[in-house]
């Protein structure tokens, strides 16, 4: 389970963004719209910016590379994650790395929950949630499971990408994945995935990741 939700988060723009990102259409009429054509804009990451935006802005500290972050969860506990290229380049291939251990077996249903925001300004703004991408709430990430060809390093390491997760040690050293749209325009952003049975957050994701 911890595979699926440090893939969530992204594999699920890939899947979605391209429709997202080009989706066009005359006049803004709604707070949702306004928000989606900002978010859509690019927006050049802080590291690359010079001290005195910084401090026209009030921000006190920029984004200088990938972090993360174990959120919390009762079945599952991150030891490493990691992200390349820093920043990610969008289309291209992004390699993803992880190790955990799933304490708790999880059988479906598993809700799923994401959350995705782009800085603007000094302020972290949220991607509402149009067509599955977004910040979106899944009822059942099994279901959407049963469809997902799992890649080849993830099978190497014993992960089938299906429920119910076993409990275990899993280490994924690289996996990389092709996409082939504008997943995400320019600019630093927050992820929050988190995966939960029964009311009960069972794993959960803390990213910040830019795009360059």
């Known amino acids: 389970?911890?595979?699926?939700?440090?893939?969530?988060?992204?594999?699920?723009a890939s899947c979605y963004a391209k429709g997202?990102?080009?989706?066009?259409?005359?006049?803004?009429?709604?707070e949702t719209e306004l928000v989606l054509d900002l978010l859509s804009k690019p927006i050049i990451p802080e590291r690359f910016k010079s001290v005195e935006f910084l401090k026209k802005w009030g921000i006190k500290s920029r984004l200088g590379a990938f972090k993360w972050s174990d959120c919390g969860g009762a079945g599952v506990k991150l030891q490493n994650v990691s992200l390349t290229p820093d920043p990610l380049n969008f289309p291209g291939t992004f390699t993803l790395g992880f190790k955990g251990t799933i304490t708790?077996?999880?059988?479906?249903?598993?809700?799923?929950?994401?959350?995705?925001?782009k800085k603007v300004g000094s302020t972290y703004v949220?991607?509402?949630c149009i067509d599955n991408f977004g910040s979106c709430t899944y009822d059942d990430v099994c279901e959407m499971?049963?469809?997902?060809?799992?890649?080849?390093?993830?099978?190497?390491a014993g992960i089938d990408c299906q429920c119910p997760f076993k409990t275990g040690n899993y280490n994924v050293p690289t996996a990389s994945f092709?996409?082939?749209?504008?997943?995400f325009p320019s600019g630093d952003y927050h992820l929050r995935g988190a995966a939960s049975n029964a009311g009960k957050v069972m794993a959960c994701l803390d990213l910040y990741m830019t795009v360059a």
């Open 1 to 12: 389970m911890a595979k699926t939700l440090a893939i969530l988060v992204l594999c699920l």
């Open 20 to 30: 997202v990102f080009e989706y066009k259409q005359s006049p803004i009429e709604d």
């Open 104 to 117: 708790t077996s999880v059988v479906a249903p598993m809700k799923g929950e994401l959350l995705i925001e």
């Open 126 to 128: 949220k991607l509402p």
């Open 145 to 156: 499971l049963q469809t997902v060809t799992c890649p080849d390093p993830f099978v190497a």
């Open 178 to 183: 092709e996409v082939d749209a504008v997943a």
